[in-house]
């Protein structure tokens, strides 16, 4: 027998259990109790929901044949529940990847379900520090000459879990070359501050569109803001345009979204957050309204004598 004729059975077979699994998870009467307790955790159900992100983004990355012995037919199952990414909040979708990728059976004692999702969102959080702790480590390198005249837009999509990275804005003009509407010295539209709020404008778009949707904060999505909306903000006041109509803008968003990312990592913040905001967070206002009066001095009359004691 030709070796195309004996593997044709065995794919056959595995799309027949993928049916089964399908009929099995969407004809489920109603949630597990521990999805009804993950449910009732904010939190923990945040970080779920990125991982299960990043599960389907990593299937997706895949053949999807079962010749090429690359899925399962519990990733092929967990692919179509979710319309490929699309629906990660369906009841069905989430079931079936507790039971099938986390092991929170049903037989099972329920404690050991709760301690099995409690060590999966402890191993995000870990895994978040590490990233975390890169970008750092991305942000302190210092850029080559060849990038402080690049601004490229990050290789984000709402339906991927890629980390955006956007890369340093440096000063590349002299203060005072541009207006506050964001024209060259030559009256010409400067492009830069263009293409950096059309970037931060489709982060805003993604963050509103995905936490609609889901019902969640994304983690990426909201680092994205946060970047974007840090860089802009970043080369606005280092050209001379504090005055920008978008400033106000930019810088809430920005707070919003940095104190969202690090209440989504457990409350830690970039270790530069506190000094940014202290030493450009009021700074921005002052640059736009104008330095605060100075308090009047007492005046001392030197002829009229002190009063002793």
């Given at each position: 027998?030709?070796?195309?004729?004996?593997?044709r059975p065995r794919v056959e077979?595995?799309?027949?259990?993928?049916?089964?699994?399908?009929?099995?998870?969407?004809?489920?009467?109603?949630?597990?109790?521990?999805?009804?307790?993950?449910?009732?955790?904010?939190?923990?159900?945040?970080?779920?929901?990125?991982?299960?992100?990043?599960?389907?983004?990593?299937?997706?990355?895949?053949?999807?044949?079962?010749?090429?012995?690359?899925?399962?037919?519990?990733?092929?199952?967990?692919?179509?529940?979710?319309?490929?990414?699309?629906?990660?909040?369906?009841?069905?979708?989430?079931?079936?990847?507790?039971?099938?990728?986390?092991?929170?059976?049903?037989?099972?004692?329920?404690?050991?379900?709760?301690?099995?999702?409690?060590?999966?969102?402890?191993?995000?959080?870990?895994?978040?520090?590490?990233?975390?702790?890169?970008?750092?480590?991305?942000?302190?390198?210092?850029?080559?000459?060849?990038?402080?005249?690049?601004?490229?837009?990050?290789?984000?999509?709402?339906?991927?879990?890629?980390?955006?990275?956007l890369p340093e804005i440096h000063?590349?003009?002299?203060?005072?070359?541009?207006?506050?509407?964001?024209?060259?010295?030559?009256?010409?539209?400067?492009?830069?501050?263009?293409?950096?709020?059309?970037?931060?404008?489709?982060?805003?778009?993604?963050?509103?569109?995905?936490?609609?949707?889901?019902?969640?904060?994304?983690?990426?999505?909201?680092?994205?803001?946060?970047?974007?909306?840090?860089?802009?903000?970043?080369?606005?006041?280092?050209?001379?345009?504090?005055?920008?109509p978008w400033v106000r803008d930019?810088?809430?968003?920005?707070?919003?979204?940095?104190?969202?990312?690090?209440?989504?990592?457990?409350?830690?913040?970039?270790?530069?957050?506190?000094?940014?905001?202290?030493?450009?967070?009021?700074?921005?206002?002052?640059?736009?309204?104008?330095?605060?009066?100075?308090?009047?001095?007492?005046?001392?009359?030197?002829?009229?004598?002190?009063?002793?004691?």
């Amino acid at each position: 027998m030709p070796p195309s004729l004996a593997r044709r059975p065995r794919v056959e077979n595995s799309q027949k259990k993928v049916d089964q699994l399908i009929r099995k998870y969407r004809s489920a009467e109603g949630p597990s109790p521990v999805m009804l307790e993950l449910i009732n955790n904010p939190d923990s159900y945040s970080i779920l929901i990125n991982a299960l992100r990043r599960q389907i983004s990593l299937i997706k990355c895949r053949s999807h044949d079962f010749e090429d012995c690359q899925i399962t037919v519990y990733d092929k199952a967990l692919l179509v529940l979710s319309d490929h990414g699309d629906r990660v909040t369906d009841p069905s979708v989430l079931e079936i990847y507790l039971t099938e990728f986390l092991g929170v059976v049903p037989i099972a004692p329920q404690t050991d379900g709760k301690e099995a999702i409690a060590n999966h969102v402890e191993l995000q959080n870990v895994l978040e520090r590490l990233r975390a702790t890169q970008e750092k480590k991305e942000v302190a390198r210092p850029a080559k000459e060849d990038e402080c005249d690049q601004i490229a837009t990050p290789p984000y999509k709402s339906n991927d879990e890629y980390e955006p990275y956007l890369p340093e804005i440096h000063r590349v003009e002299k203060e005072g070359s541009k207006d506050a509407t964001g024209l060259d010295k030559r009256g010409r539209p400067d492009v830069r501050v263009a293409r950096l709020l059309e970037v931060y404008h489709q982060a805003k778009d993604d963050y509103i569109r995905i936490k609609a949707k889901d019902g969640v904060e994304s983690l990426p999505a909201v680092k994205f803001l946060r970047d974007s909306a840090e860089n802009t903000l970043r080369y606005l006041h280092a050209n001379g345009l504090s005055d920008h109509p978008w400033v106000r803008d930019l810088e809430e968003n920005f707070a919003i979204a940095r104190d969202k990312t690090a209440q989504l990592l457990g409350g830690r913040k970039r270790h530069f957050d506190d000094d940014h905001k202290r030493n450009h967070g009021e700074d921005y206002k002052s640059r736009r309204r104008g330095p605060k009066p100075k308090r009047a001095r007492r005046v001392v009359d030197s002829y009229r004598p002190s009063r002793v004691k």
